[in-house]
Every structure is written in structure tokens, then in C-alpha cells.
């Protein structure tokens, strides 16, 4: 795509990401990006060291949550664009607590196969980070062998229908939706390719949403069309994002200057 100004889907330290603000930012502005959001699993604690650290590198920061949500047995992520994402923390509280009482369960399952987990080693792996995730479990499971990759520990253990899942607590999407709502915000269905999301984008339309991430590294050009054309025919915003998590280079996705605006004035003027 030509010219992306925009990269609204990013992860930090603070949640399961490997980057902190300030190299997240070094990497954007070294790639061109104007404008960013950082948007941790169910937490907003990157938000006042990305309002600080966005202006020493010259970049315009958005503030951005990205809330797990469940549809149909399947997972869905809805992305809460904001003004200010402080005063919807209260409301994550719980799903903090449950993120960590659900790692704890899939540590027990592990045992079972023989993989016993050191505790301490996913803690050091979320030290920063209040939305404790399978990437961390993942990362310990790599670090004493247990599995050669990530890739390898969500492949035959803890992917979403591998013997070592456990779901957290279940959130709908029209909850999360109206949630969004209520602290002044804009609801966006992220990445709808991943999960299979997509086949139920009626249902996602119909429960409110704002807008749809068009532009992801996990949807192709093909997918990229069909969004397109369903945020038109609903007169809903386009995002975009690289869902960057720190692994590995930085992939440039987003929006270009003229999908960009639109979205920007919604969001200004929320
Ligand atoms: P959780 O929120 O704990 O259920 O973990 C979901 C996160 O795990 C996603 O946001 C991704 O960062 C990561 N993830 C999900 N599926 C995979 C996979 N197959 N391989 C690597 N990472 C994954
Ligand atoms: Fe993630
Ligand atoms: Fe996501
Ligand atoms: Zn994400």
C-alpha cells in the first residue's frame, strides 16, 4: 500500500508485547509512521509514557486498548479508540485478575504432558505487563526447552483448541461494544481474518461497531477488498495496523494519508 502514515495496532511491554514506548516509537519514526496507537490486551497502562515519549519523537499518539471478546466459541478482539483510556481502567480490573488465574490453570494442564512450567519464568517474562497472556507462558515453555518455538508451544499445546487451553472469562462482543461506547470511544473489529472472525461480520456490524481493521498483516489483498467494501456499504471507518508484537522486524501496515482522516476526525471528534 502506498504511503502509510498510520500504524493503529501495537503492542507494548505492558501487555504481551517485547518492546517498551520508547523503542516502539524509535521504530515507527524510523519507518515513516506519523501517527500510532498502542493497543495492549485489556490494559491501558502504556497511555501516559506513550503521551509523554510521542512527543519527544515528533509522533501523534492514539490512544488504544484492544478488549478479547468471544463470539460463537470463537475469539474476537475489538480495538477501543479514546481521547483518554485512563478512566475505563476500573472496568479491567477483573479481567486482569482472571487473565492470571487462567495462565495458572494451563500450567497445571501442562503437567499432564510432562512440561512443568516454572511459575517464575512466566513472571519474569511479564514483568511489565498487566494482561499476563499465552505469549508469556509461551516464551517460558521456550526458554527450558519444553518446546523448540512459540509457534511449536500454541501448535500442540496452548492454541485455541490444542489440550492446554484454557478460555478466559468470556466477554460478547455487544458488551464490549457498549462498553466502548459508554467511556467515549470508537469500537473496531480487529483483524477479522484471524480466527475465522470474518464469517460473522454481519453479526459484529449489527452489535455496533464502529469500524473495521481493514488493513492488517493478517488479512490479504483479497480479504483487504471485501472489508473495504463492507465498511462502505455499512458507512463504517477503516482502520489499520501491523499488530506488531516486538518479534522479529518491524512490518509496516496501516492506513495512507486519505483513510487516515477519515478516521481522525471521528476520533477528534468524539
Ligand atoms: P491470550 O490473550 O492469552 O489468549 O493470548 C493471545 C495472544 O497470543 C495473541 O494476541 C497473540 O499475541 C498470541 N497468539 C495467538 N495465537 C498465536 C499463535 N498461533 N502463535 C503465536 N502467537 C499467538
Ligand atoms: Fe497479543
Ligand atoms: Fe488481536
Ligand atoms: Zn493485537
New binding site residues.
Given amino acids: 500500500m502506498s504511503n502509510i502514515i498510520a500504524d493503529l495496532h501495537i503492542?507494548s511491554i505492558y501487555s504481551?508485547g517485547k518492546l517498551d514506548v520508547e523503542s516502539i516509537c524509535r521504530i515507527l519514526k524510523n519507518n515513516g509512521i506519523k501517527f500510532f496507537s498502542i493497543t495492549d490486551?485489556d490494559s491501558g497502562k502504556a497511555y501516559e509514557e506513550s503521551k509523554k515519549i510521542s512527543k519527544e519523537y515528533d509522533l501523534f499518539y492514539i490512544p488504544g486498548i484492544e478488549f478479547?471478546t468471544v463470539h460463537k466459541k470463537k475469539?474476537v478482539h475489538i480495538l477501543y479508540y479514546s481521547k483518554n483510556i485512563s478512566s475505563i481502567e476500573k472496568e479491567l480490573v477483573a479481567r486482569k485478575t482472571d487473565?492470571l488465574t487462567r495462565i495458572l490453570k494451563m500450567v497445571e494442564l501442562l503437567k499432564g504432558f510432562d512440561i512443568d512450567v516454572d511459575v517464575e519464568d512466566i513472571f519474569f517474562e511479564a514483568e511489565y505487563s498487566e494482561?499476563i497472556?499465552?505469549?508469556h507462558l509461551?516464551r517460558a515453555m521456550v526458554k527450558r526447552g519444553f518446546v523448540s518455538s512459540?509457534?511449536e508451544a500454541?501448535?500442540k499445546y496452548i492454541?485455541d483448541d490444542k489440550p492446554c487451553y484454557v478460555p478466559?472469562k468470556e466477554y460478547t462482543v455487544k458488551e464490549t461494544v457498549e462498553l466502548a461506547h459508554r467511556y467515549n470511544g470508537l469500537a473496531v473489529l480487529a483483524h477479522p481474518y484471524e480466527n475465522n472472525v470474518a464469517e460473522f461480520i454481519d453479526e459484529m456490524i449489527a452489535c455496533g461497531i464502529d469500524g473495521i481493521e481493514v488493513f492488517s498483516t493478517k488479512n490479504n489483498w483479497h480479504n483487504i477488498d471485501y472489508l473495504k467494501q463492507k465498511a462502505f456499504d455499512h458507512s463504517l471507518l477503516i482502520t489499520g495496523g501491523s499488530d506488531f508484537?516486538g518479534d522479529g522486524d518491524y512490518q509496516k501496515c496501516g492506513l495512507d494519508e486519505k483513510n487516515f482522516e477519515d478516521f481522525y476526525n471521528a476520533w477528534r471528534s468524539l
Avoid: L, N, V
Fill in positions: 503492542h504481551d490486551h478479547s475469539q487473565r494482561s497472556g499465552r505469549p509461551a512459540i509457534k500454541f501448535e492454541g478466559k508484537h
